[in-house]
C-alpha cells in the first residue's frame, strides 16, 4: 500500500533543519504485515530526542530512514500467528520490542533485548528484514517503528494494546517519554516513602520523571532545568522546588535519588554531585558516543552512592505501560500535560529545531 511519511535523507545536515530539511515528507510503498506483524494506522507521534540524536549524526542510524518511535494507533490488519491482538484495538508502540527468550528479556526489564536491539540498530523489524520502500529502493524502520507516517508495518512484540479511552496523544506518550522517565523510579530507583526526587533536565523525559515522581508521594521533588518556562511549569506540576542549574550548584541541594534527563556529560555530573549520601543517581539521557563525565570513586565509597543506567526506564512495556494508563484514569499522573504542541508531519524539519532549542517538551505530530 502507499503511505505518507517522513524520511531522514542524511544524518548530520546541518541546521537549522526548517532550512536544510533533512526529513522529506513524501509517498513510500508499505508491504502487507508478515507472520507475527501488525498493520497500524498511525493516530499521533511523539518528537523525541531519540529521534533528533538520528537527525544531527549523534547517533549513527542507517539512511534513508523513516523516522519516529512514540506513537499510538489502531491495529487495521493482523499478520499470520498474532493472536492476542484485535483489528480495531488501539495499541501504543515501542521502540524495544522484547523476544522473550533472551538474556536481556530474562533481567525484568533491566537489560534490554539482545535481538530488538540488534534489529533496531540494522533499522529491520525483530523478524527481520524491512517492509518500507521508495521508489524500489528499501528505506530503514526506525527502532522497529518508524511512526511519523500514516502507517506502520511493526512487529506485535513492538506494540501494547490499551484501552480506547486513552486519548491517542497520551497513549503516544505513554511509550517512551513515560516509559523511561517514569519507569526510572518505578523500576530502576524507587523512592521510599518520604524520600526526596530531584529530576535534571525537564523535557517529555524528564517531566515524566517528576510527575511519576508526584504520583509515587515522594517527600521533596526538585525540578532542575536551565529554561525559565519549564521550571515554572514543574512547579505547576507538583515540584517543591525548581532550580537553574547554575543555582543547584550553589544551593548545596542534595535528594536521595537523582534522575539525570538531560543526555548530557555536563548534567550527568551535577546530578551525580546532587545525590545525597547513601542515594542513587539513574541516568536516563543518550549523550553523544564520545561524552565523557567526571566521576570521584572515593565519593562513592565514603558516601555509599549507587550510580546506574537505565534504558527504557527498565521497563517490559506490555507489564507497565497498562499500569501507567491506569494511573492516568485514576487521575494520578496528568501525561496530558506532557504535550506541549501539535503539529502536521509537515511541521517535522520545524520541530527538531524546537527540540534543540530545549523549548519544547512533547511535541505531538497527529496523522
Known amino acids: 500500500m502507499q503511505i505518507t511519511g517522513a524520511v531522514l535523507e542524511e544524518l548530520g545536515r546541518p541546521g537549522p533543519w526548517s532550512r ?35 537527525v544531527d549524526g549523534n547517533r549513527a542510524r542507517p539512511v534513508p530512514m523513516l523516522l519516529g518511535h512514540e506513537a499510538s494507533g489502531r491495529v487495521t490488519m493482523l499478520g499470520a500467528g498474532v493472536g492476542d491482538l484485535a483489528v480495531g484495538q488501539q495499541v501504543v508502540m515501542t ?38 520502500s521508495r521508489d524500489g529502493v528499501p528505506v530503514h524502520h526506525h527502532l522497529g517503528v518508524s511512526a511519523f507516517a500514516t502507517h506502520a508495518v511493526v512487529d506485535a512484540r513492538s506494540v501494547v494494546a490499551v484501552g480506547d479511552d486513552v486519548p491517542s496523544d497520551v497513549a503516544a506518550v505513554l511509550g517512551c517519554a513515560v516509559l523511561t522517565g517514569g519507569g526510572a523510579l ?30 509515587l508521594g515522594a517527600g521533596d521533588v526538585v525540578a ?18 525548581a532550580l537553574d ?48 563525565a567526571s566521576i570521584s570513586p572515593l565519593q562513592l565509597v565514603a558516601e555509599a552512592r549507587t550510580v546506574m543506567g537505565s534504558y527504557l526506564g527498565s521497563a517490559v512495556p506490555s507489564r507497565d505501560i ?46
Open 20 to 54: 536544510t530539511r533533512p526529513l522529506t515528507v513524501g509517498t513510500l510503498e508499505l508491504d502487507p504485515p508478515g507472520p507475527g506483524e501488525v498493520l497500524v494506522e498511525i493516530a499521533a507521534a511523539g518528537v523525541c530526542h531519540s529521534d533528533l540524536s538520528v
Open 95 to 132: 521502540f524495544v520490542p522484547r523476544c522473550g527468550e533472551c538474556a536481556g528479556c530474562a533481567t525484568g526489564g533491566r537489560m534490554p533485548c539482545g535481538p530488538g536491539s540488534a534489529s533496531n540498530a540494522a533499522g529491520e523489524l525483530l523478524g527481520g528484514g524491512r517492509r518500507l
Open 186 to 215: 518505578v523500576n530502576a530507583a524507587p523512592p521510599e516513602p518520604g524520600q526526596s526526587v530531584m529530576v535534571v533536565g525537564l523535557g517529555g523525559v524528564g517531566m515524566a520523571a517528576l510527575l511519576t515522581a508526584v504520583a
Open 224 to 241: 532542575v532545568d536551565g529554561v525559565a518556562a519549564k521550571r515554572e511549569r514543574a512547579l505547576e506540576l507538583g515540584a517543591t522546588s
Open 245 to 292: 542549574p547554575a543555582e543547584l550548584a550553589s544551593a548545596g541541594t542534595r535528594c536521595d535519588v537523582v534522575v539525570e534527563a538531560a543526555g548530557s556529560a555536563r548534567a550527568f555530573e551535577a546530578a551525580l554531585a546532587a545525590t545525597a549520601p547513601g542515594g542513587r543517581t539513574v541516568t536516563v539521557g543518550l549523550p553523544p558516543p564520545d561524552a565523557l
Open 322 to 367: 497498562p499500569v501507567f494508563a491506569q494511573w492516568w484514569r485514576e487521575g494520578r499522573l496528568p501525561v496530558e500535560a506532557l504535550v506541549s504542541s501539535r503539529i502536521g508531519l509537515d511541521d517535522i524539519n520545524l520541530a527538531m529545531d524546537e527540540l534543540a532549542a530545549g523549548t519544547a517538551l512533547r511535541q505531538v505530530v497527529e496523522l
